[in-house]
């Protein structure tokens, strides 16, 4: 068995119809299987975690990235997570037997044929073609507000597709990946401020922890803000290490946590960590658990 994972990060969090609409080429496709769909109303975002062998899992994202750009209009979008596009980010993960030159020719086959559609597309991570595009942030800064300009620098003119704005549908970073882990931690209090302050202090470029990604969003739906980050490699910088932090933080300026959640999928050793680190069990481990040698022997 060889499989691909492929997390579609689209720009609708909020209208439940045009998402299942979206997702459907996914549901449908008889050799790729849906693990998750997590949505967010603030965000006004929506993430897809589907597997399968590599060829089938680009025909499915392929087919659920027309959908998209078919129904959603970025004239219109409105919400608090970072964005390019409609299809906002589709990174490929090679999860079991699969390596990582084989998810960015993936990656790349994707996003010419996307390229193809009138889309200008950009490479990032293990797919990157230049150093300076390389980080997800990087090539997002200015965001669909900012494309149009951004379009017309010479120095980022789209890796396919044209470099032409285009207002519909925005653009779209593809790339190839490890796992990361999505994580926010909420924060009882309307201060955004607090929320920009706490994630500068815990996101790795500002002096923060390694391979943590960090901004502070406002949750007008929940009367909170929040941390949102990216944990790039949870065997340096793990939830625990975070979440401590985040909550030492939030009670020197007397502000309670509201609490926390993981978008999408983790891999199972990250729990792993998390048990080690908060029963201070270091020797604990995966196979100590029933199920996982339940399908070691089978």
């Known amino acids: 068995m060889r499989l691909l994972e492929c997390v579609p990060n689209i720009s609708e969090g909020r209208d439940q119809d045009k998402i299942d609409q979206i997702v459907e080429p996914i549901r449908i496709h ?7 769909l997590s949505s967010d109303k603030d965000h006004n975002r929506s993430v897809i975690s589907f597997i399968g062998e590599p060829e089938a899992v680009q025909e499915a994202a392929l087919a659920m990235a027309l959908k998209a750009i078919d129904l959603i209009d970025m004239r219109y979008h409105r919400g608090e997570h970072p964005r390019m596009g409609a299809v906002d980010v589709v990174p490929f993960v090679p999860i079991l037997g699969v390596e990582m030159e084989e998810a960015v020719r993936v990656a790349r086959a994707f996003g010419k044929e996307l390229g193809k559609r009138g889309i200008p597309v950009y490479y990032y991570e293990e797919a990157a073609t230049e150093p300076h595009r ?17 379009l017309e620098d010479p120095a980022w003119k789209p890796d396919e ?16 990946r490890f796992p990361l882990i999505a994580y926010n931690v909420n924060l009882k209090t309307r201060e955004i401020g607090l929320a920009k302050e706490i994630a500068k202090k815990v996101r790795f470029k500002d002096g923060g922890f390694p391979f943590v990604r960090a901004l502070g969003i406002e949750l ?5 803000v929040q941390v949102s980050m990216n944990l790039t490699n949870y065997h340096i ?4 290490k975070v979440y401590e932090f985040i ?4 009670k020197k300026r ?5 609490g926390s959640e993981i978008i999408g999928l983790i891999p199972l050793a990250a729990l792993e960590g998390i048990v080690q680190s908060y029963l201070k069990c270091p020797g604990f481990s995966i196979r100590q658990v029933i199920e ?3 399908l070691e022997f089978e």
């Open 237 to 240: 910088t793990n939830i625990p």
């Open 220 to 224: 007008k739906d929940k009367g909170m």
């Open 254 to 258: 007397g502000i309670e946590i509201g």
């Open 247 to 250: 909550r030492e933080e939030a």
């Open 134 to 150: 390389k980080e997800l942030p990087t090539i997002r800064k200015g965001e669909y507000e900012g494309l149009k300009r951004k």
């Open 161 to 176: 597709g044209p470099a032409i704005f285009n207002p519909k549908s925005g653009a779209t970073v593809v790339g190839a």
């Open 292 to 294: 996982q040698r339940i």
């Open 30 to 36: 008889k050799r790729v299987k849906l693990l998750d």
